[in-house]
């Protein structure tokens, strides 16, 4: 290879490997962040802390097998207060997902408004979000789902492009929202900086009935023990400083669903006072209450949030080898080659790939063919349309440690056949 273009020799070469390996009929996952088999396992005491109707009960006497409680009970909001960084009384815990969360909030948003708004968004015509770039697929899909339009936001190294978002929510009282993934963004294991925070919790939007989606999904997800905790910049502390309606901007969301078992964990909505009675009064045609018994669950095995901490560090254990094997195999087989960039990440879930523009779908192909099932190119732009045909998001938690590793072997093969050929 010489400056980035393949030789006949080299692409027939690339083409015999690929051809080789696609008859081995490997059949290898790097598609959706889930936890594999040892994380889950992690969390199998859980199963046995209630065992009897004497566990039932909550300090105030509540018994979790009946009706009521609402926003949940107050010892399980106490542990995500504390990881949060956030008063109790800001919090509604909710069932088992934060995406089912996030959803409902826009249909709530849509249906009945929200407060300090005029108007429900969906009695409002072209309304608009705001979605930084590579970004949450199933944050554009909620948005596709009612039509509301999505502008991608490029994303720099230490977040969104401020100097953009501030521009455009300043002038266009169309724009509705922001979606927001904090600490080790999905896909590209960014964590906003503190200037980042400050700015957002600063925001002067035209529509009073604007709100952030502070997806915080990665809260307690670092690798590393020496990472730096963003509760030091919490947007909740930076956003007070600036009165009531900014205090309102914000919906924050987090769940226990990548820390114990997906399906089975508990959602939390963290947000301003006004905000939660609002959001409780219209959950109240919705439910009478979640599933407390699940909460208590969370309580008695973790018993704190330093007990998360400990447990997260324990998955941080089981995950670093596999971003190791990730990044690893990407600059023992890519680096220096000039065809692809990746994030590496210090937490999080995923790594992203930024192959050569227009190889995005081509590598995608490749990889299907020869067995190795990756997230569609383009997912993680709006409408599925990448305008560069390059971001792939990897997704390396799921698969044992020697697969990971064959289906990066095979990834990185792909990368170059599709730039050979073009």
Same mark, same amino acid.
Do not use: Q, S
């Given at each position: 290879m010489k400056d980035g273009i393949f030789s006949d020799s080299e692409r027939e070469a690339l083409r015999a490997r690929y051809e080789d390996i696609k008859s081995k009929g490997y059949k290898l996952d790097l598609t959706r962040g889930k936890p594999g088999k040892r994380q889950l396992d992690l969390s199998m005491g859980m199963l046995s802390v209630v065992s009897s109707g004497e566990d039932c009960y909550s300090e105030a006497g509540v018994d979790c097998r009946n009706y009521g409680v609402l926003d949940g009970l107050p010892e399980t909001k106490a542990i995500f207060a504390e990881l949060l960084g956030v008063p109790s009384d800001n919090i509604i815990v909710a069932g088992n997902s934060s995406l089912n969360l996030m959803y409902d909030m826009v249909t709530r948003a849509m249906i009945f408004g929200v407060p300090g708004g005029e108007r429900p968004w969906g009695e409002q015509k072209g309304i608009k979000f705001l979605c930084p770039v590579p970004g949450y697929d199933r944050h554009f899909s909620i948005c !596709?789902?009612? =039509?509301?339009e999505m502008i991608p936001i490029?994303? #720099? @190294? +230490? =977040? %969104? +492009?401020?100097d953009i978002v501030e521009a455009l929510v300043k002038t266009d009282e169309r724009i509705k929202g922001i979606w927001c993934v904090p600490k080790f963004a999905n896909p590209s294991g960014i964590t906003y900086s503190r200037e980042v925070v400050e700015r957002f919790a600063a925001l002067t939007p035209r529509a009073p009935d604007f709100r952030i989606f502070w997806d915080n999904a990665y809260i307690v997800h670092s690798l590393y023990p020496d990472d730096p905790d %963003?509760? +030091?910049w919490n947007i909740f502390d930076e956003i007070k400083?600036?009165?009531?309606?900014h205090e309102n901007m914000l919906y924050c969301f987090a769940s226990t669903s990548k820390i114990t078992f997906p399906g089975s964990g508990v959602a939390i909505l963290a947000a301003s006072g006004e905000n939660i009675e609002y959001t409780k009064k219209v959950m109240s045609y919705q439910t009478i209450g979640h599933d407390k018994i699940n909460q208590m669950r969370h309580v008695k095995y973790f018993g704190s949030a !330093?007990?998360?901490? #400990?447990h997260m560090r324990l998955h941080a254990e089981l995950l670093r080898p596999k971003f190791e094997i990730v990044c690893g195999t990407l600059e023992r087989e890519l680096g220096g080659l000039g065809i692809a960039k990746w994030s590496n990440p210090r937490g999080g879930y995923f790594v992203s790939?930024?192959?050569? %523009?227009g190889c995005a779908k081509r590598?995608? @192909?490749l990889c299907r @063919?020869?067995?190795v099932a990756l997230t569609p190119a383009g997912a993680t732009f709006p409408y599925g349309h990448d305008p560069n045909d390059s971001n792939l998001r990897i997704a390396p938690t799921f698969p044992e440690n020697d697969e990971l590793q064959t289906a990066m072997d095979v990834l990185c093969l792909c990368v170059k056949l599709a730039a050979a050929e073009k």
């Open positions: !596709e789902a009612f =039509g509301i490029r994303m #720099n @190294e +230490d =977040g %969104p +492009d401020m %963003p509760a +030091d400083k600036y009165g009531r309606e !330093e007990g998360i901490r #400990n790939l930024d192959v050569m %523009p590598v995608y @192909e @063919e020869a067995g």
